[in-house]
């Protein structure tokens, strides 16, 4: 379905023009660095404006993927395969909001090297798109693997200190999960071809004809595995603090904005469709993890010195509560998931611009080196405060209206994990005031701070839409959830159909009052 450019591949368009652009920065003569920052920055609002047009050409009201776009490829069922729905619509837009906000934030903190740079901004780009709307599952391990390329490069030549120790453990991490997911593929491509005697990886096909339960244990174990690691769920957290703390600003905001995420839209997509009875088997012991994650995840915050530390650790609270929706397995909880998936993405990913704008100016992240900017810097103590209380879940930003549909949905599967996942509220309100009081109040401290300067036209492009979208989706998140609705309702009714035991004891879905749809009756 493509009713809004009638013959024009969109998706394949908005995934391969970041790609596209990354190879034009090479014809760009050495030396000119306004020039390929300029190119970069020029395509990714190209892919902005693309994605833009997808989001409102999108209709979702069968829940099946629109903007289909299919081809031969390599033969044996691996197919180019690609289109969004209500599941991935959201994120591709987020992914290409990002990538132009985190290039201006390159714009002075990167000065070498700047070709590279910018072509791995661009090739990081189109693997992030490439995961949210492949449809085929062997191209969606493609994807996968080639986001890690670029993001290793940020982080291992233009990190920090100690970015060859951080490089080094995100690459064990996520490659032992990435070799699992690829083990997991040829045993599913086995097992269809000995069950129909015909190759498909149409993920829809696979998720209609489920494996065998034991089979299916395997290969959840195998795929949940990648997916946990790049949530991160903990235990398996141990790498993101190392990463963010190492990696330049730009690719700290992807990382932790879009990059995460597809840990969690991993499991949606994936873990739970192709592998129903398992995934209902392994939930309860997921939502435990999940739990520990968003406990853990905020004391740590809570005793970071370091700001990049800080917001990180409040990553994995926050990626926990989000997991535990999805393991919740309602309407409102994975709805609120996905939701929250996004808001997540623009308030951390503000917060690390903030941090990246402190820096910049001050030459340190320690938070007891700061104090007193709000009276020099009164425009980004603003904008730092609004990224802050959506973080926190204040009411009338985006984050309370994710927060309150992952609650709602959580509470009807378990009220204890409901009333455990709720700590993450009180933790990051504690933790986040208490970064803004000392770093944005009291008296100045470091030799950098009496130099501190209000934002500049570039800074306040990167951070001002950022704040108006945080209050936009406070205050209509029907915007974005009707396009959701129809494609979460189709997205449980299949669980329930493939997994209807196991299941049988969650809530009926029943969608939340914005929905067009009416409520569906109680079974």
Avoid at 94 to 102: E, F, G, N
Avoid at 310 to 322: E, K, P, Q, R, T
Avoid at 334 to 350: K, P, R, V, W
Wanted: hydrophobic content about 55%; proline content about 5%.
């Amino acid at each position: 379905m493509n009713g809004l450019l009638p013959g024009v591949p969109l998706v394949t368009l908005i995934t391969f023009l970041p790609l596209a652009g990354a190879l034009a920065l090479l014809f760009v003569k050495p030396g000119s660095d306004r020039a390929l920052r300029l190119l970069a920055l020029a395509v990714s609002f190209a892919t902005l404006a693309l994605s833009l047009g997808l989001f409102l050409g999108f209709d979702g009201a069968s829940g099946l993927p629109e903007f289909v776009e299919r081809a031969s490829w390599l033969g044996r069922g691996l197919d180019y395969h690609v289109g969004v729905d209500g599941l991935s619509l959201s994120l591709v837009l987020l992914a290409a909001l990002l990538t132009p906000i985190a290039l201006l934030s390159s714009w002075r903190s990167v000065d070498r090297r700047v070709k590279e740079f910018s072509a791995f901004m661009l090739l990081l780009e189109t693997g992030m798109i490439g995961v949210f709307v492949s449809l085929n599952l062997f191209l969606f391990y493609v994807f996968w693997e080639a986001m890690l390329i670029p993001m290793y490069f940020l982080i291992g030549i233009w990190g920090g200190r100690r970015r060859a120790y951080a490089t080094m453990k995100f690459v064990l991490f996520t490659m032992s999960g990435s070799l699992l997911m690829l083990v997991g593929i040829f045993a599913i491509q086995a097992a269809n071809f000995r069950a129909t005697g015909a190759y498909s990886l149409t993920i829809a096909d696979l998720a209609a004809a489920p494996f065998a339960p034991g089979l299916q244990t395997w290969l959840f174990l195998a795929f949940g595995l990648a997916f946990a690691v790049k949530v991160p769920l903990f235990p398996l957290h141990t790498w993101l603090p190392d990463a963010h703390v190492e990696a330049p600003t730009a690719a700290s905001v992807l990382l932790a904005a879009v990059l995460l995420k597809m840990g969690a839209y991993g499991f949606v997509r994936l873990g739970l469709p192709l592998f129903p009875q398992a995934a209902a088997a392994f939930a309860p012991a997921l939502s435990v993890l999940a739990v520990i994650g968003v406990v853990y995840g905020g004391l740590m915050a809570l005793v970071q010195k370091d700001m990049k530390s800080l917001v990180a650790y409040s990553s994995v609270s926050h990626m926990g509560l989000i997991m535990l929706a999805v393991f919740s397995l309602n309407f409102e909880a994975t709805e609120g998931a996905l939701f929250q998936m996004i808001n997540h993405g623009l308030s951390t990913g503000a917060l690390f611009l903030c941090v990246g704008i402190l820096y910049e100016r001050t030459g340190t992240r320690v938070i007891a080196d700061h104090g007193g900017a709000a009276a020099r810097m009164p425009i980004f103590a603003g904008l730092f405060l609004a990224s802050m209380l959506s973080s926190a879940g204040l009411p009338g930003l985006n984050g309370f209206a994710g927060e309150i549909l992952c609650f709602f949905g959580i509470f009807r599967t378990s009220r204890v994990m409901a009333v455990l996942g709720v700590s993450t509220v009180i933790l990051s309100a504690v933790y986040l005031l208490g970064l803004y009081r000392r770093v944005m109040h009291g008296p100045l401290k470091a030799p950098g701070d009496r130099r501190l300067c209000d934002l500049d036209r570039r800074e306040l492009a990167m951070l001002v839409p950022i704040v108006v979208l945080m209050v936009f989706l406070g205050l209509f998140p029907g915007t974005v959830l009707r396009k959701m609705d129809a494609s979460v309702s189709r997205y449980l009714d299949s669980l329930r159909k493939q997994a209807p035991v196991a299941l049988t004891s969650r809530a009926p879905a029943r969608p939340p009052l914005w929905s067009a749809r009416p409520a569906e009756p109680e079974r």
